[in-house]
């Protein structure tokens, strides 16, 4: 279900820097929000089998042949980004 999904640690976090960032390696992701690596992996796979988050191999880096991944927010995922700020709203509708 969407809403356990969006509800896992870290998820918001995630989802909010790769839509500030656009399309940015796995690596960068990992240094900025400081998330173990081993959870970040989970994390967006899951974000990838529920279509929100999509991912690119880059094997043209001429890095020793290194193949380097890029992940992004699909359109879905700019959507389900939404209702971060519906949440958002609430809590300030809440506070007053």
Do not use: P
Request: net charge negative; proline share 0%.
């Amino acid at each position: 279900m969407l809403i356990n999904l969006l509800s896992k640690k870290h998820v918001k976090e995630i989802m909010t820097f790769l839509n500030e960032s656009g399309e940015v390696h796995y690596s960068m992701i990992q240094k900025s929000l400081k998330i173990n690596k081993g959870t970040l992996s989970s994390l967006l796979l899951l974000l990838i089998e529920n279509e929100i988050v999509e991912k690119r191999k880059d094997e043209t880096d001429g890095d020793e042949g290194l193949i380097k991944t890029f992940y992004y927010l699909t359109e879905y995922g700019k959507d389900v980004m939404g209702l971060f700020e519906l949440e958002k709203a609430l809590e300030n509708r809440d506070n007053k």
